[in-house]
């Protein structure tokens, strides 16, 4: 049974940071590119970031650039990210997204929100 669980998030003051984690089972984890997305209330879903299967590639959407931080490690089949310098336009939905040609897995998602 395929999962992908995200935990981490929760409330922060803008500037605050916080590090999401995306634990995987029911799969090979290192074969697959792992990405977080997010979505706003009204808002479509968007990417945020990509990592590729062994961690040497990744790619970040320009709203986040500088201050997200996508990493994986595969012996513990997980993904993270990493937010610093959080801003109240971060607060979302954030899901955990497994893709490997036509076989695609979702995590459930963990909302986090930015707020004073």
């Known amino acids: 049974q395929v999962q992908l669980v995200e935990s981490g998030g929760g409330l922060v003051q803008p500037g605050g940071s916080l590090r999401l984690s995306c634990a995987a089972s029911?799969?090979?984890?290192?074969?697959?590119?792992m990405r977080w997305y997010r979505q706003a209330t009204g808002k479509e879903r968007e990417l945020v970031a990509h990592i590729s299967m062994y961690g040497g590639s990744t790619n970040y959407a320009d709203s986040v650039k500088g201050r997200f931080t996508i990493s994986r490690d595969n012996a513990k089949n997980t993904v993270y990210l990493q937010m610093n310098s959080l801003k109240p336009e971060d607060t979302a939905v954030y899901y955990c997204?497994?893709?490997?040609?036509?076989?695609?897995?979702w995590g459930q998602g963990t909302q986090v929100s930015v707020s004073s």
């Open positions: 997204h497994a893709r490997r040609d036509s076989n695609v897995y």
């Open positions: 029911g799969f090979i984890f290192s074969n697959y590119a």
